[in-house]
Every structure is written in structure tokens, then in C-alpha cells.
């Protein structure tokens, strides 16, 4: 099987965690890079949290690449309330205790990549080393608008460029009109969508609330594999009181895995090509909308839940 090359770009929190599992896991993906930005959390956290995913799934020949620490021109603003202090629910601590990881050495490795690494060389050099690439971004476009705007050339070389981000007819989660990504970093997003020779694929909270890990779905996958299902029960438990206390559900949102399930399979989302903007006021500020103008998206409208969970749950079964 012909494997999909993928650069992920994600601030990692918890669902970017669970995202970060499904694509190591899944057959189909091979994540040739894992680019961290601030967003959910701040740059040294989604980056130590990067790695200590990778130290799960024993793939610590991942490169993890430090990326922005805020948002182009705007202050960073953090989702605390959302993925705990750390990014990581609040288990960071314990996880390293239990999984043998070295704090102390991430840290030290996240001082020599603040200095050395610079996430749009990698970008570039990643795109002319392989072959159709698809660039995954699950947090700020902050990274990518950087990156297109040294290089554009090469940025046109991407197979594919899929966002978790933005809303199309649902409404916000972060604001009244704005998703979370897109509001951190309007800025960026909106020169994305603007000025991308390849289209932008929206996976927006239109579809990710449409996908909903349950403690009964949570279940079948601890008896798949009580290894990960027991880590993915520890890491959502700050999850699920989040959307209990705020939203009165009864389980959590899988934005970031759906982004990467749909890459594994394309028919778990449908949507429609649009054009769409970013709005940058202080207004709207993130609000991704329908307006005239060449189609530089295709957003997504409807998932199929049962199949998301097919995906997820082959990728953890041992």
C-alpha cells in the first residue's frame, strides 16, 4: 500500500494528542513531520506534548519542529479551560511517570529548537523531498501563512492542505461568530485562504460536532487496546468535564481526529467548493464566511459518525 505522505501542524492539545495517535497508528498515513505552533497552548507545551506522543507510539524518529510562538501580529490567546495548563489534561506529570519520558531532555531539546529550528525551511524542503504532500493543520494557520508567504512556489507543490478550523452554517465555539483556530490567528488564516494556490479543505465545527467519543464508545476502545484505550481515557477525562460543565454533553468533541480520518478515508465527509473569507475586524474577528469569488475551498457539511469510528477504531485495535 502507497502511504500517504503528511506534515502535521498542530498546537498540541488534547484532541491534537488523539490526532497524532490515530495517524502513527493508521496504515495509510506517513507522518513525515510534526510542526508545533502556540494555539491551545503555548509553543513549548504543543511541542512537549508532541513529543510525548511520539514516545507512545515508539516513533521518536519523528522529527517534532518548533514553530510559532504566537499569532502574526495579534497577542496569543490560550484554550486553558479547554485542554488543562499543560495542553495535555492536566496529565502531563503522570503520564511521564508512567510511560518512562524525559522531561527534563524535551525541555532541553525545545531550548535547542527554539534557536535552531525554522519551521518554514522545513516545510519547504519537505514539500521538494516528497512527493504529493498533504499538509495537515489542526491548529493557527500561523505556520502555514508564514511559509506561503516566503515560499510560494513551493507551497503550490502541496497535494493537499486540510484545516480543522472555521465555521460554516453552525456558528462559533470560541466566540459567537468565530471558531478557535481561525480566532487566535484570523491574520493568518485569512491569507491563507486568500492567497493558497491549493484549496483549503474546512473541516469546521459544521462537521466536528457531529462526531462525539462517548464513555461508551470510550469503552470499546479500552477492550480494543486497554494500552491506548486506557491512555485515551486519561487524557479526555479533562474533555469531557469541559463540555459537561459548559455545554451539557455528555462527551467530547473529536475535532482533530476527523481531520486526519478523513484523509484515511474520504468518504466519512461531504461538502461543497466556496469561496471563503476570514474576517479580521475586531467585530467578527475568525469568522469564516461565504463570499463572491473564485473557489478557494471545499467545506465540509455532513459526517458520517459510525464511519469516523470504524476509522478510529481499527487504528487502535492491537
Not at 529548537?113 to 524542503?125: G, Q, S
Not at 481526529?257 to 461543497?272: N, Y
Not at 463572491?292 to 457539511?301: A, H, P, Q, R, T
Amino acid at each position: 500500500m502507497e502511504k500517504i505522505n503528511v506534515i502535521l501542524d498542530c498546537d498540541t492539545g488534547i484532541d491534537d494528542a488523539l490526532a497524532i495517535l490515530l495517524a502513527l497508528r493508521s496504515e495509510k498515513i506517513n507522518l513525515v513531520g510534526i510542526c508545533a505552533c502556540a494555539g491551545n497552548t503555548v509553543l513549548k507545551n504543543a511541542y512537549i506534548n508532541s513529543k510525548r506522543m511520539v514516545k507512545l507510539l515508539d516513533r521518536e524518529d519523528i522529527p517534532v519542529i518548533c514553530g510559532s510562538r504566537g499569532p502574526l501580529v495579534r497577542s496569543l490567546e490560550l484554550a486553558d479551560e479547554v485542554h488543562g495548563s499543560d495542553g495535555f489534561g492536566g496529565i502531563g506529570e503522570s503520564f511521564d511517570q508512567k510511560y518512562g519520558f524525559d522531561l527534563a531532555k524535551a525541555e532541553a531539546e525545545y531550548e535547542k529548537a527554539l534557536i535552531e529550528d525554522d519551521v518554514v525551511e522545513f516545510v519547504k524542503d519537505t514539500v521538494e523531498k516528497y512527493e504529493d504532500v498533504v499538509l495537515v493543520t489542526i491548529g493557527p494557520m500561523t505556520n502555514l501563512a508564514k511559509t506561503l508567504k516566503k515560499y510560494p512556489e513551493s507551497f503550490a507543490k502541496l497535494n493537499r492542505i486540510v484545516s480543522m478550523g472555521g465555521s460554516y452554517k453552525r456558528g462559533g465555539n470560541v466566540t459567537e461568530h468565530a471558531e478557535f483556530n481561525y480566532w487566535v490567528d484570523p491574520d493568518a488564516a485569512d491569507y491563507v485562504y486568500k492567497n493558497s494556490p491549493v484549496k483549503v479543505e474546512m473541516v469546521g465545527l459544521d462537521v466536528t460536532h457531529q462526531i462525539l467519543l462517548t464513555r461508551e464508545r470510550l469503552e470499546t476502545l479500552k477492550q480494543l487496546n486497554p494500552h491506548l484505550g486506557g491512555f485515551i481515557e486519561e487524557i479526555t477525562d479533562f474533555y469531557f468535564g469541559f463540555y459537561m460543565e459548559k455545554n451539557g454533553i455528555a462527551g467530547c468533541v473529536m475535532h482533530d481526529p476527523l481531520t486526519f480520518a478523513h484523509i484515511i478515508d474520504d468518504d466519512i465527509l461531504s461538502g461543497e467548493a466556496i469561496c471563503i473569507g476570514i474576517d479580521t475586524s475586531d467585530e467578527k474577528r475568525g469568522n469564516s464566511f461565504k463570499e463572491d469569488g473564485k473557489e478557494n475551498s471545499l467545506v465540509f457539511i455532513d459526517a458520517d459518525e459510525d464511519r469516523f469510528f470504524e476509522v478510529l477504531n481499527e487504528a487502535i485495535r492491537k
